[in-house]
């Protein structure tokens, strides 16, 4: 017989035979409606769930032993399947989640932008205010414009969403669960819809709205920081010196940043170049790269973490007066399609952890970096993020770079393959008016764009001698190369504590201190802290590592084998030949007078 099977979703209809009993008809249910657990499924004449029974005490009662006959409905009520993205986690896990501590501390934060008493409209004593001299909130949209904050500081926007949460209803037990969650843009599988998953079938509940490009209101990082000039001066000498473009990854920390409300910096404390293969017009990487996990021990025995990338696009324009050409600009591009989809992968491999979110994590503060030349022919330093809504739209696999950098691809829709939405943008035409046009095939990737300040501090104390002499790493083509003797002369050259501790104190020396295994992890942190604590000038503990002590050792034979050679040359072998110094002429060493002049060779 013919049993009509009425869900939150729809009516169904499943044939089953007289003597079956419930639990064969919650797997032809679950079937059905692609339910994963057939347990949950509950069992009803009535539409009121609370009536229903659990399968659980159905499973081995026949359907004729309750009186259904040919073409009854039967209520059924399940435990919708969570989808694969985004999943959220609990109150207790979220109490739990270890964000950073510049986060920590900017929660705690009171955040209002004190303003002075007006003395053209306040008319009140010292100790009273009105709404002319009254705090403003750090998301407050005149200040903003006012100081020219293109976008406002992340703590901003969580006040903002905060308040807006409050005024709905202060009452609603809604607003004590985070305000964040990620944006996803992939078809919801597996859906309640009663058909077969994605890509077999699809529907209005597990198909993507509608996208609406438009600039992200917020940053996650509002300016970025380089501890030192030379930072940027050791990384330019690789262009200088090859004509190639380089790559490098931003170690620092992150911390607050005055000069917005609420708002985070970067700081840059070293660069590391990770193998690569350059060229004049592009870069080549392996990522991740072998090598990556040491490195980031490395940062963390030091107090940093990867904060961003940073990379070189120059062309010099042959003046010869060091003047590069110009070519990102308004009437170009900032960022090609290219790189914002290299930044949104990096950005989504360095998740920002955050207990504001129903899934513990949102965005990223990791910043990308271009060296490029200005519009005035100099070399300059922009700082950029790409939006949250791109991330997720790559992670969807919706957009792709395109030929002309200056603007992004929408991918097709394949039959049971890629579904893509429909993706719209906002623009001001030529009558001023705003209008929204389709973002297929192509879209300008300025909608993707979140601009980040950067700059030098006024007072510079860098965690790093800025004037170390150690080989960069992975600059074989420069003639230059990390290894033991290259350290044993910086090592040996010092005359003092001090001397010694600015040789140490420098992020590729102990990256190749770290590559040679000597040290033990605990030894190895102990030894970073010491050799990066300024307040400390006091090495003596350093005799008491044994694996320094090995190191040292290593070193000295290293120093005195670099140095045996060549003294060892010049006491068993004569010159085959000597050049005049009045000609110039390469003589046999036998002669005593030039072939070629007839002078002396010697006196």
């Given at each position: 017989?013919?049993?009509?099977i ?22 032809k249910?679950?079937s ?60 207790e896990?979220?109490?739990n ?67 807006a ?25 597996p859906?309640s ?9 699809i529907?209005?509940?597990?198909q993507p ?8 209101t ?7 920081e ?15 010196s ?62 940093l ?25 308004v ?105 929204k ?19 030098f ?31 044993a002369?910086?090592v ?24 040679t ?11 970073c ?26 070193l ?32 046999p ?15």
């Open positions: 017989m013919l049993l009509r009425r869900t939150k979703e729809g009516m169904h209809r499943v044939q089953v035979d007289t003597g079956e009993t419930f639990g064969t008809l919650a797997e249910v679950a059905l409606l692609k339910i994963a657990d057939p347990t949950t499924i509950a069992m009803g004449k009535n539409p009121d769930p609370s009536t229903a029974a659990a399968v659980a005490h159905l499973a081995d009662k026949t359907i004729d032993s309750a009186g259904l006959k040919h073409g009854d409905i039967i209520y059924v009520t399940y435990v919708e399947p969570e989808s694969q993205h985004n999943v959220p986690i609990q109150q896990e979220i109490n989640v270890n964000q950073d501590d510049v986060d920590n501390f900017l929660e705690k934060q009171r955040g209002l932008i004190d303003r002075k008493k007006d003395v053209k409209f306040c008319r009140h004593g010292d100790n009273a205010m009105c709404d002319y001299c009254m705090p403003l909130e750090p998301y407050d949209a005149g200040y903003l414009e006012e100081n020219k904050i293109k976008h406002m500081s992340f703590h901003s926007y969580l006040r903002q969403l905060n308040a949460q409050r005024s709905k209803n202060s009452a609603a037990p809604s607003n004590n669960l985070p305000p964040l969650e990620e944006q996803d843009f992939t078809v919801k599988t859906c819809g009663g058909h077969a998953p994605w890509p077999e079938g529907c209005t509940k597990c709205s509608a996208i609406t490009l438009q600039r992200q917020y940053r996650m990082v509002d300016h970025v380089f501890s030192s000039a030379s930072l940027i001066d050791t990384f330019l000498n690789y262009w200088r090859t004509g190639s473009q380089r790559f490098g990854y931003l170690y620092g920390r992150y911390e607050p940043y005055l000069d917005v409300p609420l708002g985070i910096k970067a700081v840059v404390e070293a660069i590391y170049e990770p193998p690569q293969e350059d060229h004049f017009d592009g870069i080549k990487l392996t990522l991740p790269w072998e090598e990556e996990a040491k490195v980031n021990q490395v940062a963390a025995a030091c107090g973490v990867q904060v961003g990338m940073i990379f070189s696009d120059l062309i010099d324009d042959g003046s010869g007066n060091g003047s590069v050409v110009a070519k990102r600009h009437n170009s591009y900032f960022l090609s399609s290219l790189e914002c989809i290299f930044a949104a992968e990096m950005q989504r491999r360095h998740p920002n952890i955050t207990k504001q979110s129903i899934t513990g994590k949102f965005s990223s503060k990791f910043v990308t970096c271009v060296i490029s030349g200005d519009t005035e022919g100099n070399i300059d330093v922009k700082a950029y993020q790409v939006s949250d809504t791109l991330t997720s739209l790559n992670e969807a696999g919706i957009v792709e770079p395109s030929r002309n950098p200056s603007v992004m691809r929408v991918k097709d829709s394949i039959p049971h393959e890629r579904y893509v939405p429909e993706v719209f943008y906002k623009f001001k035409n030529e009558y001023n008016v705003v209008v046009q389709p973002a297929k095939p192509t879209f300008p990737v300025e909608y993707l764009l979140v601009n980040v300040t950067n700059g501090p006024h007072h510079p104390s860098p965690l790093f001698n800025p004037s170390s002499k150690f080989p960069v790493e992975n600059r074989d083509e420069l003639g230059t190369k990390q290894d033991m003797s290259s350290l002369k910086l040996q050259s010092t005359s003092g504590p001090e001397e010694l501790k600015a040789v140490l104190a420098d992020f590729h020396v102990l990256c190749f201190i770290e590559s295994g000597i040290f033990s992890p605990n030894e190895f942190q102990a030894f802290q010491l050799v990066t604590n300024k307040d400390n000038k006091d090495l003596s503990q350093l005799d008491e590592m044994s694996s320094w002590n090995t190191l040292q050792m290593l000295n034979e290293a120093g005195n084998s670099s140095k045996q050679p060549s003294g060892s040359a010049s006491n068993t072998s004569k010159p085959t030949s000597v050049a005049c110094r009045h000609c110039t002429f390469n003589n060493s036998s002669n005593e007078s030039c072939e070629m002049c007839g002078l002396p060779l010697s006196g």
